[in-house]
T-cell receptor
C-alpha cells in the first residue's frame, strides 16, 4: 500500500511565527486531505487538495502530485493552532485514506 | 445539521465482553468509514461502506464487524473484546457518489478501554 511520511514529527513555535509542514507519499494519489486534531481529540478537515494550491485564512496548502508531496503552511501561528496535523492520501475509488503518523505542533504564547 | 454523531463517547469493557459503537450521519453521505487511532499514531481503516447494504474490509478488520442497513447508520461491533482493541475509534463519512473522492467528515470519537 501507499506509504505516507510527514515531517518534522514535532514542531515548537513562538506565537506569530510561520511554519511549513510536509507530507511525502510513495505512489500516485487522487485524494489528499489535511486534518487538524485539536487537544480535545477532534479531527477537523482543513483541506481537500489532491493537486494545486488552496488557501483558507492563515492556512494554505500546496500539493505537487507529480513529485508526490504536499505542504501545509501556517502563517502568524496562534496558540489555538496547537495539536496534531495529519496528512491522508488515497489512490483508488471508495475514498479510502491512508494516514501519516502526524506532526505535533505546539505554539507557545 | 449535526454532521457525524458517535455514541458513546467513553466506555470501559472487560475482556470477552461485546459492544456496539454507534455512528449516524445526517448529511445523506453514501460513504462511511470506521478508523481506530492508537496513541501517537495516525488513523487506520477498519471497515468502510459505499452505500446501504455494502461493506468492505479496511486495513485492520480482525475482531470487528459492521453492518449498513440504512444510509444514516454504520454501527461497529466488537464481539469478544481484547486488550489490543483499546483505542480511540472514529467514524467518518463523505459524499462519494458520482465523484468517489471527497472530503471526509469525522465524528468526535469513542474512547474505548478493555481491561
Amino acid at each position: 500500500g501507499i506509504q505516507v511520511e510527514q515531517s518534522p514529527p514535532d514542531l515548537i513555535l513562538q506565537e506569530g511565527a510561520n511554519s511549513t509542514l510536509r507530507c511525502n507519499f510513495s505512489d500516485s494519489v487522487n485524494n489528499l486531505q489535511w486534518f487538524h486534531q485539536n487537544p480535545w481529540g477532534q479531527l477537523i478537515n482543513l483541506f481537500y487538495i489532491p493537486s494545486g494550491t488552496k488557501q483558507n485564512g492563515r492556512l494554505s496548502a500546496t500539493t505537487v502530485a507529480t513529485e508526490r508531496y504536499s505542504l501545509l503552511y501556517i502563517s502568524s501561528s496562534q496558540t489555538t493552532d496547537s495539536g496534531v496535523y495529519f496528512c491522508a492520501v488515497g489512490a483508488g475509488a471508495n475514498s479510502k485514506l491512508t494516514f501519516g503518523k502526524g506532526i505535533t505542533l505546539s505554539v507557545r504564547p | 445539521n449535526a454532521g457525524v454523531t458517535q455514541t458513546p463517547k467513553f466506555r470501559i469493557l472487560k475482556i470477552g465482553q461485546s459492544m456496539t459503537l454507534q455512528c449516524t450521519q445526517d448529511m445523506n453521505h453514501n460513504y462511511m468509514y470506521w478508523y481506530r487511532q492508537d496513541p501517537g499514531m495516525g488513523l487506520k481503516l477498519i471497515y468502510y461502506s459505499v452505500g446501504a447494504g455494502i461493506t468492505d474490509k479496511g486495513e485492520v478488520p480482525n475482531g470487528y464487524n459492521v453492518s449498513r442497513s440504512t444510509t444514516e447508520d454504520f454501527p461497529l461491533r466488537l464481539e469478544l473484546a481484547a486488550p489490543s482493541q483499546t483505542s480511540v475509534y472514529f467514524c467518518a463519512s463523505s459524499q462519494g457518489q458520482t465523484i468517489s473522492n471527497q472530503p471526509q467528515h469525522f465524528g468526535d470519537g469513542t474512547r474505548l478501554s478493555i481491561l
